[in-house]
């Protein structure tokens, strides 16, 4: 009886530090609705829908054939990867815009704030619940992603590479949510800088890019060891590093001057690795940011 009874006591005190009741709760009230069984399931019918339509255009334009090229199947699995990226992009600053600033407006802040949890725990908890129900998501369209090895052309570590890029994706633009959410009063405010930023992490470096590259390509002069520099400001886009895992080439390609060979001695790191490291600390300023500006400071005379 002793030792069953420290049993329990041990792994109440383990649960007590890994699960706080900040965490406890969010946990509760976004995992027990008929909201998140009615959002999983329109996400997983998304997928799907979009699974099944990409496998029909590839059936006719392969004429009916009953054989499935790999290279098709690659087709297939670049196109859910993608979708899937772009379903994240959608979902987790709406989901993490609003966490801070709806407790202000609700005015239970301030009763959040004095109790023993530290800012730290409160802002982390927030972003840990929020994200659970993305994870959720994502893993659930795992069985999706199972058509592509019915046809072959794709390994094991790269749909684990992916799933863990989507990982760390979301991560990213939580942690930018927070952020505003912590910074801005109003959630409507936090929601649309949230969704701007990401805007300008998708769109706006590839935009960058595409206008750098097309503008100095004429300056270069021809060197078969040469690499341009402006391939780093595609590794802070998600879509260009979700792409370098999937075709480990278009690093190269990215880095390339157009018209000139690639070249050998001289290979730049891999995009996703580069995005990994930049938004890393990106995503720690940001969820620093947000811990500092939950507590309202007193001025200095």
């Known amino acids: 009886m002793r030792e069953q009874t420290s049993v329990k006591q041990s792994s109440t005190s383990w649960r007590n530090k890994l699960i706080n009741p900040v965490l406890n709760k969010e946990f509760k009230l976004r995992m027990r609705t008929p909201k998140a069984m009615w959002t999983l399931f329109f996400y997983l019918f998304a997928i799907g829908l979009m699974a099944f339509s990409a496998i029909y255009i590839v059936e006719i334009n392969t004429g009916g054939s009953r054989s499935f090229n790999p290279e098709q199947s690659k087709v297939l699995f670049y196109f859910l990867s993608f979708a899937q990226l772009g379903l994240i992009a959608f979902m987790a600053p709406g989901l993490t815009a609003g966490v801070i600033s709806g407790e202000r407006e609700k005015q239970t802040l301030n009763l959040l704030l004095t109790t023993q949890q530290s800012s730290a725990t409160i802002v982390l908890s927030k972003l840990v619940s929020s994200l659970g129900f993305m994870v959720l998501i994502v893993v659930s369209t795992i069985p999706v992603y ?5 046809y072959g052309g794709i390994s094991p570590k790269q749909l684990i590479l992916v799933f863990l890029f989507y990982l760390f994706v979301m991560l990213v633009l939580g942690s930018f949510g927070i952020l505003f959410s912590s910074m801005f ?33 004429r300056f270069y002069t021809y060197n078969a060891n040469t690499y341009s520099w402006i ?12 792409y370098s895992i ?3 080439e278009f690093t190269d390609q990215a880095y390339r001057i157009y018209g000139q060979p690639i070249a050998t001695n001289k290979q730049p790191l891999a995009l996703w690795k580069e995005f990994m490291m930049i938004y890393t600390c990106l995503s720690i300023l940001a969820l620093w940011l947000g811990i500092r500006s939950l507590r309202p400071r007193m001025k200095k005379n």
């Open 231 to 242: 391939g780093h400001v595609l590794a802070w886009n998600p879509a260009g590093a979700l």
């Open 246 to 248: 999937l075709d480990p």
């Open 185 to 217: 009063k109003r959630t409507m405010v936090s929601v649309i800088v949230s969704y701007g930023v990401t805007l300008f992490i998708f769109g706006g470096t590839a935009l960058i890019y595409v206008v750098l590259m097309s503008t100095t390509d």
């Open 146 to 150: 199972s058509m592509v090895f019915l």
